[in-house]
């Protein structure tokens, strides 16, 4: 028997504005472990599109969902890393685990309420707030993912985040 241990990828996932950069950052900070952004990886075409206010539909979702799925096996490659990612269907958590079981989900879950608060205190370059309630309508909450409640300090989310980890391995 190995004493190897598996690579993780954990994809924190949530509406805009449940934090993900931040939580993901203290994360990279606390881990040492490399935290990706998945907004970085969308196509020009999606940006503008948000930029414009209009809400992603799946034809625009699933080119940028293949980027991610097969940057999460090179992640997985060079070790344990973390990735900031909507990942708001089922479907597209499918395709980012795309079979790994080694690719972990932890949702980050807040009120409707406690997020359109943090939008309206935020600027971002491209999400306008108004498309919170397309975020909301489009979440399936998952069923195989930790769930962390965001309506603490982010340090309390991420601290049940590093348990969860520990418990992992």
């Given at each position: 028997m190995s004493d190897k241990k598996e690579n993780l990828l954990l994809v924190l996932m949530g509406v805009?504005?449940?934090g993900k950069s931040t939580i993901g950052e203290m994360l990279r900070d606390q881990l040492g472990w490399?935290?990706?952004?998945?907004?970085?990886?969308?196509?020009?075409?999606?940006?503008?599109?948000?930029?414009?206010?209009?809400?992603?539909?799946?034809?625009?979702?699933?080119?940028?969902?293949?980027?991610?799925a097969g940057k999460a096996g090179e992640w997985l490659a060079e070790?344990?890393?973390?990735?900031?990612?909507?990942?708001?269907?089922q479907r597209y958590r499918d395709?980012?685990?795309?079979?790994?079981?080694?690719?972990?989900f932890?949702?980050?879950?807040?009120?409707?309420?406690?997020?359109?608060?943090?939008?309206?205190?935020?600027?971002?370059?491209?999400?306008?707030?108004?498309?919170?309630d397309s975020q909301f309508a489009a979440l399936e909450e998952p069923i195989d993912a930790l769930t962390v409640d965001i309506a603490?300090?982010?340090?309390e989310a991420v601290e049940q985040v590093r348990r969860y980890v520990e418990e992992s391995r």
């Open positions: 805009c504005g449940s490399p935290f990706h952004d998945g907004d970085d990886y969308h196509p020009p075409a999606n940006v503008e599109k948000m930029r414009r206010g209009e809400p992603l539909d799946d034809e625009d979702r699933y080119p940028w969902l293949e980027i991610l070790g344990d890393a973390l990735l900031g990612c909507s990942a708001l269907k395709i980012i685990r795309a079979g790994r079981p080694q690719v972990r932890v949702h980050l879950k807040g009120s409707y309420e406690l997020i359109a608060g943090r939008l309206a205190a935020r600027q971002h370059l491209y999400m306008p707030a108004s498309l919170l603490g300090a982010p340090a």
